[in-house]
């Protein structure tokens, strides 16, 4: 599937909508819940979606120098630090106030910008039991990923063809193996486990 630059960009703004929205109805202790990214809470998810907006480049840069140059060792002390300091209020009028930011992930462009924020809130809504997005924005993502996008993850998609029920998406060659593209799109980064593969 292919898309152009404005229909990506307009689905990264509508996913912060959505994803604020969601996140200014959450009572205080569901801040608490453990999210899908392994370590951090909702909370911390939600200052590391917002991180980027919040962030100059001679603090990034600081940041990382102090982190060995390990991004993941950064953005990981940046969440705890922000999670802490900031309220879930402030956070979501962070991510509100920054609904058509124009950050792209170094080398991402808008698709990476869109799926940042749609695996991200996953990590955020699947544990609280919020809504998913939409079955099309889910599609938009896994269309626009490539290889070496996946291969950040450390999924092995050896002998296995991910096919969408709802929508039009197949990641990987091999057998077959049918479920809906958000189920897709949590396999392949890792946060739910690969289908067992028949002998």
Same mark, same amino acid.
């Given at each position: 599937? =292919? !898309?152009t630059? *404005?229909?990506? @960009?307009s689905?990264v703004r509508? /996913?912060?909508e959505?994803?604020? +929205?969601l996140?200014?109805?959450l009572? $205080?202790? /569901?801040?608490?819940?453990a =999210?899908?990214?392994? +370590?951090w809470?909702?909370?911390e998810?939600?200052?590391?979606i917002?991180? *980027?907006f919040?962030? =100059?480049?001679? !603090?990034l840069?600081? %940041?990382?120098?102090a982190?060995?140059? =390990?991004?993941n060792? &950064?953005a990981d002390r940046?969440?705890?630090?922000?999670?802490?300091?900031?309220s879930g209020?402030e956070l979501?009028a962070?991510l509100r106030a920054?609904v058509t930011?124009p950050?792209?992930?170094?080398? %991402?462009g808008?698709?990476?910008?869109l799926?940042? $924020? @749609?695996?991200? +809130?996953? $990590? #955020?809504t /699947?544990?609280?039991?919020l809504?998913a997005?939409p079955?099309e924005?889910?599609?938009?993502?896994?269309?626009?990923?490539n290889?070496? %996008?996946? !291969? &950040?993850?450390?999924?092995?998609l @050896?002998? #296995?063809?991910l096919?969408?029920?709802d929508a039009?998406?197949?990641?990987?060659d091999g057998?077959?193996? /049918?479920?809906?593209v958000?189920? #897709?799109?949590?396999t #392949?980064t890792?946060?739910r486990?690969? *289908?067992?593969? !028949?002998?």
């Amino acid at each position: 599937m =292919s !898309s152009t630059q *404005p229909d990506l @960009t307009s689905h990264v703004r509508a /996913e912060r909508e959505r994803l604020a +929205g969601l996140l200014a109805g959450l009572q $205080d202790h /569901e801040w608490d819940t453990a =999210s899908l990214c392994r +370590g951090w809470r909702v909370r911390e998810v939600v200052a590391h979606i917002t991180m *980027p907006f919040r962030t =100059s480049l001679p !603090s990034l840069v600081l %940041g990382l120098v102090a982190a060995g140059f =390990s991004f993941n060792r &950064y953005a990981d002390r940046a969440a705890r630090r922000d999670a802490a300091r900031m309220s879930g209020p402030e956070l979501v009028a962070i991510l509100r106030a920054n609904v058509t930011h124009p950050w792209r992930p170094p080398g %991402g462009g808008p698709a990476g910008a869109l799926s940042h $924020d @749609t695996i991200h +809130g996953l $990590d #955020i809504t /699947e544990p609280l039991g919020l809504p998913a997005p939409p079955v099309e924005r889910v599609a938009l993502v896994l269309n626009n990923a490539n290889p070496r %996008g996946l !291969s &950040y993850f450390g999924v092995d998609l @050896t002998g #296995i063809q991910l096919r969408g029920t709802d929508a039009d998406v197949r990641i990987g060659d091999g057998q077959p193996v /049918e479920m809906p593209v958000k189920d #897709i799109l949590l396999t #392949i980064t890792g946060r739910r486990p690969l *289908p067992v593969r !028949s002998r």
